[in-house]
């Protein structure tokens, strides 16, 4: 019995590393808990005699985890085609804003560094299914090729050529700022926003920033990328005419200073940036309510509540 608890209590141990991995291939917590919920119903449809043969009981769920991950990312993309707007990945709160209503706190699990950045999950939109597999598995959780080789059903050789594919279009985009500095740009963007400054606004953009929303097609929003500081800047004001009472707040978003935009208490957007040489190069919009769920509006802003970066 107690090698028997043993057991249980180890494979359970892993969901924490398994929610991690599926979140950075997917982009989706809820489809990330779906994935690893999936991994051990399949664990646990096998045999007894068959679990028993199993060395090791992490690797065999996190090879699972990692081909259903693989096998949603292929019919994601046919979803995301058909998707209203721009998609973009779940945005993740800090463990003081989740919503505790969900009942197992997720938050407690989910790592938050610099592979979970808005940036950089949409850095890993832009790969294949494949290459977005090799290069997070072996790139960010360190696995060998070997163990990838056997979630893609290819050769290690190939799993390599995959990784450094996507390691060139990682190399390809621009590394984003974080820290001090860009807390600094977010509060100042915060506060032309809240003042309605248009000019401020416009010399805190890149002459070149693009605003990319996500409504899902289940709130208003701009349906294409925003191009040039100057159109986001009139469009950021021209929001804040039309939504009187909305609030902003500063806020770790995906373990980087953001900000969330609440009314009477209840999240409605949530806002990632990019910034380069002081100035804003990309923001990324969240409106899609089922995007939100995980975040809590607690209608306050607490003191000192500058973003941190995990």
Partial sequence: ??????????????????????????????????????????????????????????????????????????????????????????????????????????????????????????????????????????????????????????????????????????????????GSGQAEAVRHVKEAWETKNVAALVGLLDPAAVMTADGGGLVGTALRPIEGGALIAQYMVAIADKAPGLELLKRSVNGAPGLVAQRDGAVMTVASFEIADGRVTRIWVVRNPEKLRPWLGDGDERDGDEPTSG
Wanted: charged letters at 25%.
């Fill in 1 to 178: 019995m107690g090698t028997a608890r043993t057991a249980i209590g180890d494979i359970a141990g892993e969901r924490r590393q398994l929610l991690n991995v599926a979140y950075r291939l997917l982009g989706s917590l809820a489809e990330a808990e779906d994935a690893v919920q999936e991994a051990y119903a399949r664990w646990y449809a096998l045999p007894r005699a068959r679990r028993e043969e199993i060395v090791s009981p992490g690797a065999w769920l996190s090879t699972v985890t990692g081909r259903i991950c693989l096998d949603a990312l292929g019919s994601a993309r046919a979803r995301r085609e058909r998707y209203v707007g721009s998609w973009l990945p779940e945005p993740l709160p800090d463990r003081t804003e989740w919503d505790r209503g969900r009942g197992t706190d997720p938050a407690d699990q989910m790592v938050l560094d610099e592979s979970v950045t808005m940036a950089f999950l949409v850095v890993l939109e832009s790969m294949t299914p494949a290459e977005r597999v090799a290069f997070v598995l072996h790139d960010v959780f360190r696995y060998p090729f070997a163990e990838i080789a056997d979630v893609l059903g290819r050769t290690s050789a190939a799993c390599k050529q995959l990784a450094a594919s996507a390691r060139r279009r990682v190399r390809a985009a621009e590394a984003p700022v974080t």
